[in-house]
């Protein structure tokens, strides 16, 4: 068990050395970005992939800059990204069984690939107010990357890690999308997946909630209380999934 293995640190299952780290990098990749030769390097290649095409499952919204509260909460949840890929880390070296180790391995993949989607997104949010058009290429990168991991999960942890790459190709395509029926039996498979025996029934139930904040967000879309809210939310609901997988 996670909790027992002597690896954890108070709330933390990853070194809190790993966190710093982790934030010092994003520190220095926001900063970067913010250099006028980077940015208008960064601005040509961007867009070198064309991520305009399959839109099927979020809105173009121009977001209002983050007040400084929404900026902590999205910090943690770059934080829960870490925690979520080296918690599936730490399942796969404990656990005695080899074939439940490699769907372990496989969904620290997928979360891994969170962690440069969490990135992404918040780059994007950085340049709000500054680069328009940075913040554009920045925000479609970290939705393509959620839209990937939503559709190619199944696939991943079934067959294999190098499934990711084509499904994301696919996916820009737009051979893969909620438009069509390959896209929403994907989806589907992957939430079949997460109810699998290999994660607690807690964090599947819990995972389900993250495609209902569209719903229930009472504010306007784009301001900065639509946006707080759905940060607060996912914070919550990735709480609740951080200490489920904890008693794994």
């Known amino acids: 068990r996670l909790t027992t293995n002597g690896r954890l640190n ?3 299952l ?3 050395r790993l966190h710093l780290v982790a934030l010092t990098l994003l520190a220095v990749c926001v900063g970067i970005v ?3 030769p980077v940015a208008h390097a960064l601005e040509s290649l961007i867009y070198v992939v064309d991520l305009t095409k399959n839109r099927t499952l979020f809105p173009a919204v121009n ?10 909460i999205h910090i943690t949840l770059f934080s829960f990204s870490i925690e979520f890929a080296y918690s599936f ?3 796969n070296k404990i656990h005695p069984n080899k074939t439940a180790k ?7 993949t997928v979360f ?4 440069l989607q969490a990135t992404f997104g918040i780059i994007s949010h950085s340049q709000i107010a500054y680069n328009a058009k940075l913040s554009w290429g920045f925000l479609s990168w970290d939705r393509m990357l959620i839209m990937n991991n939503i559709f190619s999960t199944g696939l991943t942890v079934t067959f294999g890690s190098w499934i990711l790459i084509p499904s994301f190709w696919a996916m820009v395509q737009s051979y893969i999308g909620f438009h069509n029926w390959t896209g929403r039996i994907l989806a589907t498979f992957t939430l079949i997946i997460y109810f699998g025996p290999e994660i607690p029934k807690t964090f599947s139930c819990v995972f389900l909630l993250v495609p209902l904040l569209g719903f229930i967000n009472p504010y306007i879309k784009g301001t900065d209380l639509n946006h707080l809210f759905d940060a607060l939310a996912l914070n919550t609901i990735f709480g609740l999934t951080h200490f489920a997988i904890r008693g794994k």
Do not use: T
């Open 10 to 12: 108070g709330l933390l």
């Open 14 to 16: 990853a070194p809190i």
């Open 34 to 36: 913010h250099l006028h």
């Open 63 to 72: 977001f209002q800059p983050l007040s400084m509260l929404n900026w902590v």
């Open 89 to 91: 880390y730490l399942l």
């Open 102 to 108: 490699k769907k372990y391995a496989r969904f620290c």
């Open 112 to 115: 891994s690939v969170a962690i």
